[in-house]
């Protein structure tokens, strides 16, 4: 999907974990997809979920405006609790731009790398496009490698 207009604006970029609510078998997990995506698609709004043991974490970017709402719906969710902010920062420009939602099923030990990596810039590096935190590239490597 193309967004001539979305990634004129500001772009920003939102990472968390969180702990899941109920056992998330199969089903559960493609309705809360189907439903994401559907929404993401209507905003603009792409990244990636991940889902292991009972922990999600959830890379989502988009215009500033569109990821504040989504924010704000992730975030009343009934499916999980605990959610702990680990990105939410201006990027220069998408990381998943073809990914309305991905989705993959990480072991326990890929997760926990990712979400306790640096996701935040140092204050010397916002303003440079090419930086990339240790976060983000640890996800892009896993998401290029991961089975799905
Ligand atoms: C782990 C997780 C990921 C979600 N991802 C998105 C998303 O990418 N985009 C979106 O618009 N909503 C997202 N949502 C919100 C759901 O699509 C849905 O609106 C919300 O779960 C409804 O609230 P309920 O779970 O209390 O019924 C997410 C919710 C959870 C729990």
Known sequence: MLHPVSDMSDLQAVVYVSTATQLMGVSRL???????????????????LLYSDGVFMQYFEGTEAAVQVTYER????????????????????????????????????ELLAMSTARWRHMVNEVRDPSATSQGLMLLHSFWKNARR
């Open 74 to 109: 992730i975030r009343g969710s009934r499916r999980h609790k605990g959610i702990v902010e680990l990105l939410n920062e201006p990027v220069a420009r998408r990381s998943f731009p073809d990914w309305q939602m991905g989705f993959a099923q990480p072991a326990r030990s």
């Open 30 to 48: 493609e309705s809360l997809l189907i439903e994401s995506r559907d929404l993401n698609l209507e905003s603009g709004v792409t990244g990636v």
